[in-house]
């Protein structure tokens, strides 16, 4: 059974960094590209970036040089590192793998 556990949201204020976690189970992990969305309210689900299984990152123009992803293959673990944040940033997060998406994790950037 795969499953992906994001953690890590939280309040932040703007110019403020945040490191969220996604946690995988049920798969070998170590060969599989992971993925990072966001969905904020009335507001469609897009892409933001992901990790090959050799390390190899691809961030959306938008949010490139403010966020990076890096993966731990011995804990199983993805990280969106968010730096610069902004109140558009604000959304919940998710992460997806194996066409499984995670619970997501809430990101709230306010003054």
């Known amino acids: 059974q795969v499953q992906l556990m994001e953690s890590g949201g939280g309040l932040v204020q703007p110019g403020g960094s945040l490191t969220l976690s996604c946690a995988a189970s049920?798969?070998?992990?170590?060969?599989?590209?992971m993925t990072w969305y966001r969905q904020a309210p009335g507001k469609v689900r897009e892409w933001i970036g992901s990790?090959?299984?050799?390390?190899?990152?691809n961030i959306r123009d938008f949010v490139r040089g403010r966020f990076t992803i890096s993966r731990a293959d011995d804990k199983r673990t993805v990280y969106l590192h968010m730096n610069n944040l902004k109140p558009e940033d604000t959304a919940v997060y998710y992460c997806?793998?194996?066409?499984?998406w995670g619970q997501g994790t809430q990101v709230t950037v306010s003054s």
């Open positions: 997806f793998a194996r066409e499984t």
């Open positions: 049920g798969f070998l992990f170590s060969t599989d590209a």
């Open positions: 990790v090959g299984a050799g390390g190899r990152t």
